[in-house]
C-alpha cells in the first residue's frame, strides 16, 4: 500500500508539473520549455538552473560555422554537448562534432575561445595564449572576466599539464606552483596583485 501510495503521489506530481509547464509557455516562454522537454525525456543530467546561455559561434569540425544561444559542456545520454538556440528553437550538438566555440561578453567585444585539450571530449576555456607559446585552459562555462575557475592547465611546448592539487587554495595558487616549479621559483599568493600579473611570469 505504500509503494502505491508513493507511486500516485509521484503521478499527482508529475502531472502537476506538465500543467505548470504548458501554462508557462503559453505566455510566450518557449525556449524555456524547450529545455524542460529536453530534460523531461532524459536527455540532460544536468538541471534546468545549470544552463546558462551566452551569445556566440560553435566552430564544427565539417567547416560550418553556427551562430546563435550557446551553453557549452551539458552532459546528455551520448556525453558531452552544446545547445545551441536560435530564433527560439533548441538543436543539441556533440562536442565530438565541435572544433572550437567562442562565446562573447554582454557588450559582444571580448570574445574567449573554448576547445576540446583532452581526450574527455569537455570543451575547456582559453584563459590566456601567449602566441601558443603558454596557453592556459580552465573549467569554466562562461565567458572569461579575468577569473580562474575549477582545475587549470597549461600548454607549454606541446605538454599539457593539470595543475590542480588537493592541498593549495585554489586555482590561481595552482598556477603559481606551476611557475615555481618549472623555474625553481617560491612565489607566493601575496606576490601577485591581480591574474594578469600571473600570467605575465609564463
Known amino acids: 500500500m505504500y509503494y502505491k501510495s508513493l507511486s500516485l503521489k509521484g503521478l499527482f506530481f508529475?502531472?502537476?508539473?506538465?500543467?505548470?509547464?504548458?501554462?508557462?509557455?503559453?505566455?510566450?516562454?518557449?525556449?524555456?520549455?524547450n529545455?524542460?522537454?529536453?530534460?523531461?525525456?532524459?536527455?540532460?543530467?544536468?538541471?534546468?538552473d545549470d544552463i546558462a546561455f551566452f551569445k556566440g559561434e560553435i566552430h564544427?569540425?565539417?567547416?560550418?560555422?553556427?551562430?546563435?544561444?550557446?551553453?557549452?559542456?551539458?552532459l546528455c545520454e551520448h556525453g558531452y554537448s552544446a545547445i545551441l538556440s536560435q530564433?527560439?528553437?533548441?538543436?543539441?550538438?556533440s562536442n565530438k562534432d565541435i572544433?572550437?566555440?567562442?562565446?562573447?561578453?554582454?557588450?559582444?567585444?571580448?570574445?574567449?575561445?573554448?576547445?576540446v585539450?583532452?581526450?574527455?571530449d569537455i570543451l575547456y576555456r582559453e584563459v590566456f595564449n601567449n602566441h601558443d607559446n603558454v596557453v592556459v585552459y580552465?573549467?569554466?562555462?562562461?565567458?572569461?572576466?579575468n577569473k580562474l575557475a575549477e582545475t587549470v592547465?597549461?600548454?607549454?611546448?606541446n605538454t599539457l599539464t593539470n595543475t590542480f592539487d588537493f592541498w593549495t587554495s585554489g586555482p590561481k595558487k595552482d598556477l603559481i606552483n606551476y611557475i615555481n616549479n618549472r623555474d625553481g621559483v617560491n612565489y607566493k599568493r601575496r606576490d601577485f596583485k591581480s591574474l594578469d600579473a600571473v600570467f605575465a611570469k609564463l
Open 14 to 33: 508529475s502531472l502537476f508539473l506538465i500543467v505548470a509547464f504548458s501554462a508557462h509557455a503559453q505566455k510566450g516562454h518557449t525556449e524555456t520549455l
Open 87 to 93: 530564433n527560439n528553437n533548441q538543436r543539441i550538438i
Open 117 to 120: 585539450i583532452n581526450d574527455d
Open 35 to 48: 529545455l524542460i522537454n529536453l530534460q523531461l525525456a532524459g536527455v540532460f543530467e544536468s538541471g534546468s
Open 99 to 115: 572544433k572550437n566555440a567562442v562565446l562573447y561578453t554582454d557588450d559582444n567585444h571580448a570574445k574567449t575561445v573554448f576547445t
Open 153 to 157: 592547465f597549461v600548454k607549454e611546448n
Open 60 to 74: 564544427l569540425k565539417n567547416g560550418d560555422v553556427l551562430t546563435g544561444d550557446i551553453s557549452l559542456n551539458n
Open 138 to 145: 580552465d573549467s569554466s562555462v562562461y565567458p572569461y572576466e
